[in-house]
């Protein structure tokens, strides 16, 4: 299986994993704050693709959506505690793990 490699803060991969600009009509939404820091998101997204099942790869997209749909600053704790939510994971446990990674 061929492996991925991206930064949430990249706008090229979050057109890359949801191919949202022509195939979807969707804008992107530049965060105010972008470039963002992205070591503690891609922490989390580390973190969350470790866990076993569908939930790492959801993370990791959400998280990205959260950035360039939504214009949010995905580097904050409560953005990448939405994306946790949103993938089905808990955002307690995305924190701890991002922890000891840092």
């Known amino acids: 299986m061929p492996s991925l490699y ?3 803060a990249s706008p090229y991969a979050y057109l890359a994993l949801e ?3 022509a195939a979807f009509g969707e804008e992107v939404a530049w965060p105010a704050d972008w470039p963002a820091n992205s070591l503690g998101p891609m922490r989390a997204v580390v973190c969350a693709l470790r866990r076993p099942g569908d939930a790492g790869p959801a993370f990791a997209r959400a998280l990205c959506g959260r950035g360039f749909a939504r214009g949010e ?3 904050t704790d409560a953005s ?3 994306a946790a939510v949103e993938a089905g ?3 307690a446990a ?3 793990h991002r922890a000891v990674l840092g």
Do not use: H, S
């Open 73 to 75: 600053d995905v580097a």
């Open 89 to 91: 994971l808990d955002p």
């Open 6 to 8: 991206f930064d949430v």
């Open 80 to 82: 990448i505690a939405a």
């Open 94 to 96: 995305v924190a701890a």
């Open 19 to 21: 191919r949202a600009d």
